[in-house]
């Protein structure tokens, strides 16, 4: 059995407020493994968004340890911490965030320009390709329907060959039927690449797509069986 890509010591997170100390997450324990798909389910409000930044690196828990690849996160400093998740985490968001100005090619390329990564052409065209969207490279964002922003998102979550793809409610801006054509690209693109998928959502049926489920309930995980 493969080492885990990513896993949780019993983490938690508690914010300060006027009242006392708000408990968000507590005690959180799970682990991915190479290929896995998980899905992370719950209400609004339930800490979703609070796990998925502590999973990210893009912020530090209030106890408990996050390995990524093996790698203690939390002995390291704020620029070894960005250079592995730029390394090993793509992130495909409800949002699309894709950056206005550039056109799809230049997004999908972004991450490997960000990382100084040296890279053919080829390699971004290639997932143009799979994505459906080589007939679009030189279109900007705006001009985009909601299903091709989302496609053009996962490209380049995909571009700097990631371990762990991070998906936050990746259908929640789409009608149904798109919805269910991205969740069906996305499932084969990280299946071809035996890349660990996580995604957040409140949608069982997304859920049922993915080989272990879990349910955040009071700030801590429960899988279902």
Do not use: C, W
Not at 29 to 56: D, H, M, N, Q, Y
Not at 136 to 144: D, F, I, K, Q
Not at 201 to 207: E, L, Q, V
Request: glycine residues 8%.
């Amino acid at each position: 059995m493969h080492p885990p890509i990513l896993k949780l010591v019993r983490v938690a997170k508690h914010f300060p407020t006027r009242e006392g100390e708000l408990s968000i997450l507590t005690e959180v324990t799970f682990e991915i493994r190479p290929g896995e798909k998980v899905a992370i389910i719950g209400p609004s409000g339930s800490g979703k968004s609070t796990l998925l930044s502590l999973i990210g690196l893009l912020d530090l828990p209030s106890s408990g340890d996050i390995f990524l690849e093996g790698k203690d996160t939390q002995s390291l400093d704020e620029r070894d911490r960005a250079r592995l998740r730029n390394e090993s985490i793509g992130f495909v968001f409800q949002s699309f965030e894709l950056i206005s100005p550039f056109t799809v090619y230049e997004n999908v390329a972004a991450p490997l320009d960000i990382s100084g990564t040296a890279f053919s052409p080829q390699v971004v065209e290639t997932l143009l390709g799979e994505v459906g969207l080589t007939h679009r490279r030189n279109a900007l964002p705006s001009t985009l329907s909601g299903g091709e922003r989302q496609r053009v998102a996962i490209a380049r979550a995909l571009a700097h060959s990631p371990k762990l793809i991070l998906a936050d409610e990746p259908t929640g801006s789409l009608d149904r039927a798109t919805g269910e054509r991205v969740l069906e690209l996305l499932l084969r693109s990280v299946s071809e690449r035996s890349t660990a998928l996580l995604v957040i959502t409140h949608d069982d049926h997304i859920a049922s797509y993915m080989d272990r489920v879990f349910e955040i309930r009071d700030g801590s995980l429960y899988e279902r069986t």
